[in-house]
């Protein structure tokens, strides 16, 4: 799958495209799969609550964010793949999630299982779109944006959060 042009995502978009190498996507979604596993795996069970100031997201709703996202963006590129342009791609308040769902009280192996899930669907579809499905723009509220765009994004995005746990929450 081509990397994306410019005109295909929104310019915020660009910082998790440059933490992405243009070639080899596969390679890339597998790689961040498995290493996003292995980190999270790593960390003690007793940081896994822990936030770095009152206002911001333990390290296990960190990882949720990940997981919500990453459903979003699928559903975003199965409407991109099938090439459906009526249908209106919103942005999600990812805020108003992390305020929704409560993951004090549950182990890390099972939001790794259910990451593994979410991104297990999100490759498949991959697997079996065409190029040109892959660069077909979708109908973005505030911007047009391609499946393959989201599945580069998604890598960046991934690798974006796990810097920011090891910079903020596990400096110590």
């Known amino acids: 799958m ?3 042009r410019k005109e295909e995502y929104y310019p915020g978009y660009q910082q998790y495209l440059d933490l ?3 070639d080899g996507f596969f390679e890339q979604f597998d790689h961040v799969t498995n290493e996003t596993v292995t980190f999270f795996r790593s960390i003690d069970d007793d940081k896994l609550d822990y936030r770095y100031a009152a206002d911001k997201w333990t390290i296990k709703e960190v990882f949720m964010h990940i997981i919500d996202t990453e459903r979003g963006f699928s559903y975003r590129a199965i409407v991109c793949i099938r090439m459906d342009d009526k249908t209106p791609l919103y942005a999600m308040d990812e805020d108003a999630y992390a305020k ?3 993951v004090s009280d549950r182990s890390i192996e099972s939001m790794i299982r259910e990451f593994k899930t979410v991104r297990e669907g999100f490759r498949i579809l991959f697997e079996h779109c065409t190029e040109e ?5 979708g109908n973005h509220m ?3 944006i391609t499946a393959r765009a989201l599945g580069y994004i998604s890598i960046g995005h991934t690798k974006h959060h796990i810097n920011i746990v090891k910079e903020r929450y596990l400096t110590e």
Do not use: A, G, W
């Not at 499905?133 to 723009?137: A, N, V």
């Open 100 to 102: 929704n769902v409560d």
């Open 20 to 22: 992405t190498e243009e």
């Open 2 to 4: 081509k990397f994306p």
């Open 133 to 137: 499905q892959s660069s077909f723009l």
């Open 142 to 144: 505030e911007y047009n």
